[in-house]
């Protein structure tokens, strides 16, 4: 008995240590992130806290919250690329190759400078789920007057 139970021990102390940590944002990038996840790199990317929850929401919209999401559907034969599906146009602005924009650090880098320049409607995401988008909740972030710090910021609704 005593030789079976030191047996499971071993196995589950195995289990253990082979485990990925549930947090990292550098494991395997194809994992689907969490929304926590995923808003902690956006606001690291440098996205206006406020903002954070409506990006949020575009990612899980663009991408279902997988960094290495690719959509080669577009009409003009280019593909989008990895959290907030950033279109290959942007990789000279970005200064970023394809393989980069799988990165969420990186791709959420590019969206921030993607929103300084066009707003949230660069998304047509956002254009399509404006309203769950504008009420997105993620524990920690205030979205109770969202609407009124993207008029404040001459934001593009």
């Known amino acids: 008995m005593k030789l079976f139970l030191a047996l499971i021990t071993f196995i589950l102390s195995l289990n253990v240590l082979a485990a990925e940590p549930a947090k990292s944002l550098k494991s ?13 790199t956006l606001e690291k990317a440098g996205f206006p806290r406020e ?3 409506v990006v949020t929401c575009l990612a899980e ?3 279902n919250f997988k960094p290495t999401a690719v959509n080669r559907h577009n009409t003009n034969n280019t593909k ?9 146009i942007w990789m000279k602005d970005c200064n970023l190759n394809e ?6 650090l ?4 590019c969206a921030l400078k993607i929103y300084k320049t ?3 409607t660069a998304w047509v995401t956002y254009n399509k789920f404006k309203k769950t988008c504008l009420a997105y909740q993620i524990p920690n972030y205030n ?5 009124e710090i993207i008029v404040r910021n001459n934001e593009v609704m």
Not at 28 to 40: D, F, G, I, P
Not at 99 to 104: A, G, H, I, Q, V
Not at 106 to 109: F, G, H, L, V
């Open 51 to 53: 903002i954070v929850p």
């Open 106 to 109: 990186k791709n959420a880098r």
């Open 61 to 63: 919209y663009e991408s």
């Open 28 to 40: 395997n990038k194809s994992r689907q992130l969490s929304k926590e996840q995923v808003a902690y």
């Open 80 to 88: 989008d690329h990895g959290l907030l599906q950033i279109n290959d």
């Open 143 to 147: 979205t109770k007057n969202i609407a």
């Open 99 to 104: 393989t980069d924009l799988y990165n969420p």
């Open 118 to 120: 066009q707003g949230l």
